[in-house]
């Protein structure tokens, strides 16, 4: 892809994005030095699964969960993860850790013959459940984060978490919209997944 154009004074910030509601997460580490940071990793969450609206992946994502809080909870306990935004049924979103940051959202992974997608990646987290659709709202705000991504990244690629790690994961899954992704960006074909 071509050199990202220079981006619009202020729309970021030491990798924070002006559009986001800032809530720092713990859990992030330095990026490898001449990570290329290229790939842009679309998961999705619920907690619990298929619960909407509630503040436990925010909770998460900053080790405040109450692991007492429902059954499903205990399977998790413990766990510490973030990604770097988080995208609301309504459009909201959310950052966690600055994209000049690695956060910790992929886990075991391998894309574009490389290992340790954490590493070279920004993790985006639509709430949802995996394999159901997505709404409207979504789709734009992930659009406008993608392309203001572009301005500040050189962004080559875009991919599942069941891209990723196919092994383990299955999100965002069959109900997110690739096409409609890719009708909103102005990004070519070789972007996305095959």
Not at 66 to 72: C, G, Q, R, T, V
Request: proline letters at 7%.
């Amino acid at each position: 892809m071509e050199k990202p154009v220079p981006e619009p004074i202020g729309l970021w910030q030491d990798g924070w994005y002006r559009h986001a509601t800032r809530l720092d997460s713990p859990n992030f580490g330095l990026r490898p030095n001449g990570a290329c940071v290229d790939l842009v990793v679309i998961h999705s969450i619920s907690l619990p699964p298929g619960q909407y609206g509630g503040n436990e992946v925010q909770a998460l994502f900053t080790n405040q969960l109450d692991w007492e809080a429902h059954p499903y909870f205990s399977q998790i306990r413990g766990l510490e993860v973030s990604a770097h935004f988080y995208i609301r049924r309504d459009g909201t979103l959310w950052q966690f850790v600055s994209i000049d940051h690695r956060a910790w959202h992929a886990g075991q992974s391998e894309y574009r013959g490389r290992n340790q997608c954490n590493d070279d990646s920004i993790g985006i987290e639509l709430e949802g459940l995996e394999g159901e659709t997505f709404e409207e709202a979504q789709y734009t705000q992930l659009s406008q984060l993608c392309q203001a991504l572009q301005l500040h990244c050189p962004i080559a690629h875009v991919a599942g978490h069941e891209h990723i790690a196919p092994e383990r994961k299955q999100d965002p899954g069959a109900g997110f919209d690739w096409n409609r992704l890719k009708s909103m960006l102005n990004f070519p074909p070789s972007v996305y997944p095959r």
